[in-house]
């Protein structure tokens, strides 16, 4: 074999290594499943999250969320969003961030207090409490900030979400039960001063970012089974999507607590 042609075969090759999507088991507390990446546990990252086991790939920025309900949730919620228009609204993030990526604790108290006193609250990304932290990270692009509305001579305080536009909203057979799903992109970038604080991965500048929630009613939803949930959060040119995570769940094992 000529040395010009082995060199084409091993760009070849390392060129579909580079292409393929590695996937690796996951033994949460709540599931056994195999989700394409290279997942490390991050419960430093828990704080306020005791629900849900964390996963973070550190190389690609990519976030993963594990738990287990006693059944579906915010079903007539999503259900709005499975013909939903084209166009980007903030309801889907609202939604998105009330279920899987809530705000922090120490971010909402210290904006309570802040708007108590008539002060306007930080950023998520310009407080050091939430340094080097997924969590914080994805939260915060998903929030856009508190407004103060004089509602019927009284002020009430409103939380804003960004834009988002919603890819997938379904309820689904598959096999082995019923899935619930909403997938949505954010519209904007990913804000750079968020990157540096929480220590994301400098490959997610410029990139918009990818969140999903996966409901897995084993049996069906009228089985009165567990159902378990997967959220996950990546830049939107990454593979992983919940159509990733649909392709493992039939293999999923799901743990009895």
Partial sequence: ?????????????LCALAGRSLSQQIQSTYADLTVPGNWQPAKQFAAGNSAFDIYFDAGSGAMLLVSQQAGLLRVAEI???FSAPSG????AARLMSAAQFQLPA????????????GSKPPRMWDMKEGEGSPVWFYASQLFDEYQIKNVGGSSEIKEQFVPVRV???EQRAVAG???LLLEIETERAANDTAIKRFHMPTSLKDQRLRYGWVQFAPGGIASGQGVLSIGIAAPANSTLSVEEVLKQLGAAKMKQL
């Fill in 1 to 13: 074999m000529s040395r010009r042609w082995s060199r084409f075969l091993l760009v070849a090759v």
């Fill in 79 to 81: 259900a709005k969003f």
């Fill in 88 to 91: 980007a609204g903030n309801e």
């Fill in 106 to 117: 120490l971010f909402s108290d210290r904006a309570s207090k802040d708007l108590s006193k």
């Fill in 167 to 169: 890819t997938r909203a």
């Fill in 177 to 179: 039960g019923d899935v």
